[in-house]
T-cell receptor
Framework: DADVTQTPRNRITKTGKRIMLECSQT?????MYWYRQDPGLGLRLIYY???????NKGEISDGYSVSRQAQAKFSLSLESAIPNQTALYFC??????????????FGPGTRLTVT | AQSVTQLDSQVPVFEEAPVELRCNYS??????LFWYVQYPNQGLQLLLK??????LVKGINGFEAEFNKSQTSFHLRKPSVHISDTAEYFC??????????FGKGTLLTVNP
């Protein structure tokens, strides 16, 4: 079984709808991240969480919210989806050790299309 | 602030040819550098990392990278590529508050 899983893998939704992307991990890591990937732009950090009570905004958090329900679960919500949120979304986890924190383990991604 | 520039957005090569993917960085703090690979329809996985010590770093699948402090570069190389190396490659640098800053990616296409 995969260490980092994301659901759904693909989703098409309409403008204005609320949508939640879910991430679960079995690696026992404290730190979890949400990124979006757009062609030619690389990965951009949306939110990150260093433990259940520590959630931080990344570089592009506007229009998104997150919930860390447990150490192993980190959800990303789009309260009112808009077309420019069409992208590939990745969840990642990392250890809390000084160097290990930078070795991030990625889920398979969720392809979201907002029409 | 930290930043990463990947100098080529696409690199086409023939099978068994050598390849170099270029990465330049800027960082105002101690430098930790990474290469990640994304195979089609998959998430990213760590290829190799430089934290300290030897400037030549070896990774998985025969890749290696050399840290050059004076040129602020961390280029990725492989002496002979295979079709299965076709993927997108991302260079990354340690940012503030334990975050990674990624480059925009280089698509390596290996042709038969």
């Amino acid at each position: 079984d995969a260490d980092v899983t994301q659901t759904p893998r693909n989703r098409i939704t309409k403008t204005g709808k609320r949508i939640m992307l879910e991430c679960s991990q079995t690696k026992g890591h404290d730190r979890m991240y949400w990124y979006r990937q757009d062609p030619g732009l690389g990965l951009r950090l949306i939110y990150y969480s260093f433990d259940v009570k520590d959630i931080n905004k990344g570089e592009i958090s506007d229009g998104y919210s997150v919930s860390r329900q447990a150490q192993a679960k980190f959800s990303l919500s789009l309260e009112s989806a808009i077309p420019n949120q069409t992208a590939l979304y990745f969840c990642a986890t990392s250890d809390s050790g000084l160097a290990g924190v930078y070795e991030q383990y990625f889920g398979p991604g969720t392809r979201l299309t907002v029409t | 602030a930290q930043s990463v520039t990947q100098l080529d957005s696409q690199v086409p090569v023939f099978e068994e040819a050598p390849v170099e993917l270029r990465c330049n960085y800027s960082s105002s703090v101690s430098v930790y550098l990474f290469w990640y690979v994304q195979y089609p329809n998959q998430g990213l996985q760590l290829l190799l990392k430089y934290l300290s010590g030897s400037t030549l770093v070896k990774g998985i699948n025969g890749f290696e990278a050399e840290f050059n402090k004076s040129q602020t570069s961390f280029h990725l190389r492989k002496p002979s590529v295979h079709i299965s190396d076709t993927a997108e490659y991302f260079c990354a640098v340690k940012g503030s508050n334990y975050k990674l800053t990624f480059g925009k990616g280089t698509l390596l296409t290996v042709n038969p």
